[in-house]
């Protein structure tokens, strides 16, 4: 007969696999997998990813809990193993050894609730309430895994499934498909929230009805980046528009939402669309001059694949690239999360087009971090987007294509920026 109540076993894994040691979804994974394999009845689960990384979580289970936190920097896991009754956790031990490919440990096994020093009482669960019973068996198990976008200082979490419909990676990004509790499928680039199921149209609609609204009759349109799909959909939606090329870098990205984002990715078999998984940076330095109305920079966030999409070549390309009268909108970051980026590019757009043709149209999406987000536009030789008087026919085509963010007011009030925005523009 066991002299203890319960049985702890504190473990060093050391010299494991980094990737792994940073992954919160593996880590979830397979603690959750090393408690059901030492047959553990799971309630529930816990896990964080941790800036600028590590990931700590618990399982909870019937007979007691698994917790851990990593230091992938150190190839390193601590890990604690509690259990009582007869759950052998030697059995999660030797799963979590292998599952994170530790090539050296350490253990040390407790006994708590030494039966010695304890007194029992005479505690009767009979005279809690009726529900109390229906608690001690619990047959459900919640998970409570968070995905986070983050920098040095701010973050932003999306609580998700656990379940991951999609992970690849390419060879510019890992491209992964997880499904978030609120916003539905989401599309994350590396560590970074790219679209999502439920707030994909704020950003869509944002990037592209202001300025082919602006031009009025664009025929002719690039789009560089936007591989989820979404942003040609937008521009397709426009009559006007008789021809749009869209350049992506990463086919890996344009295969994941066609399978798993398929309202997102809903016109890559348009006849008017021209598809190429190439370099758009390449691209632009060998386009035409002079050949486009509109071009759409959908690029992720300048780190990795997207950092050249922020230099000056590429937009003094992109400038050449524009007909006499033409737009060019860019993803612009934003002046909270990436205050740098945010104004580094609109000073460059300043020196393209000229001081008074880089306006700053902000939006709301509430799964990027801070939630202010923006669009940075050069003119060329076009009068101010805001200056349009289109009222009318904008929220003629709202209602008739069922828009769901963009609006004659919101055309307009994009446009303005608070102080400090502008403050930041100046030069
Ligand atoms: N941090 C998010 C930056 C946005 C990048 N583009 C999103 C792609 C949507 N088509």
């Known amino acids: 007969m066991s002299t203890a109540l319960g049985n702890h076993i504190l473990v060093e894994f050391m010299n494991c696999d980094p990737h792994i040691m940073n992954d919160v979804v593996a880590i979830e994974r397979d603690m959750v997998g090393a408690a059901q394999k030492a047959g553990a009845t799971v309630i529930n689960s816990t896990f964080h990813h941790f800036s600028p990384y590590g990931v700590s979580g618990v399982v909870v289970i019937q007979e007691s809990h698994l917790a851990i936190h990593t230091w992938p920097e150190y190839g390193y896991a601590a890990v604690d193993l509690f259990t009582c009754g007869e759950m052998n956790a030697w059995i999660s031990f030797d799963h979590l050894k292998e599952c994170f490919g530790a090539k050296s440990y350490s253990a040390i096994e407790l006994k708590r609730g030494s039966l010695n020093l304890l007194q029992r009482n005479d505690f009767d669960i009979s005279t809690m309430r009726s529900r109390a019973a229906e608690w001690r068996n619990p047959d459900f198990y919640t998970r409570n895994v968070w995905f986070t976008d983050k920098d040095e200082d701010q973050a932003l979490s999306l609580r998700f499934t656990g379940e991951v419909f999609f992970d690849v990676q390419s060879p510019f990004q890992r491209v992964r498909i997880l499904e978030s509790n609120k916003y539905g499928k989401m599309l994350a680039l590396d560590d970074m929230v790219m679209t999502t199921e439920k707030d994909e149209f704020h950003y869509h609609e944002m990037i592209s009805h202001p300025a082919l609204f602006t031009l009025g009759n664009a025929k002719n349109v690039l789009v560089i980046g936007g591989g989820d799909g979404g942003t040609v959909r937008e521009v397709l939606r426009h009559p006007s528009v008789e021809k749009v090329t869209m350049v992506e870098i990463d086919g890996a990205v344009i295969d994941a939402c066609k399978e798993h984002l398929p309202a997102i990715a809903a016109s890559f078999d348009h006849p008017k669309l021209e598809l190429i998984v190439d370099d758009g940076i390449e691209f632009l330095k060998n386009a035409s001059a002079g ?91 076009i009068a101010h987007p805001k200056s349009i008087d289109k009222a009318e026919s904008i929220d003629a085509f709202v209602a008739q294509e069922g828009l769901r963010y963009y609006n004659s007011d919101i055309h307009t009030g994009s446009f303005a920026t608070p102080n400090f925005v502008k403050q930041l523009l100046k030069k």
């Open 291 to 381: 050949a486009y109305d509109l071009i759409v920079v959908d690029g992720s966030d300048p780190v990795g694949p997207a950092e050249g999409l922020f230099s000056v070549s590429f937009y003094t390309n992109c400038y050449n690239a524009l007909k006499e009268n033409g737009i060019l909108v860019a993803q612009g970051e934003s002046p909270k999360f990436n205050e740098k980026a945010f104004a580094e590019l609109n000073h460059t757009l300043q020196d393209i087009f000229g001081k008074d043709n880089a306006p700053v149209s902000l939006f709301f999406v509430p799964t990027y971090p801070t939630g202010m987000w923006s669009f940075q536009y050069g003119l060329k030789n």
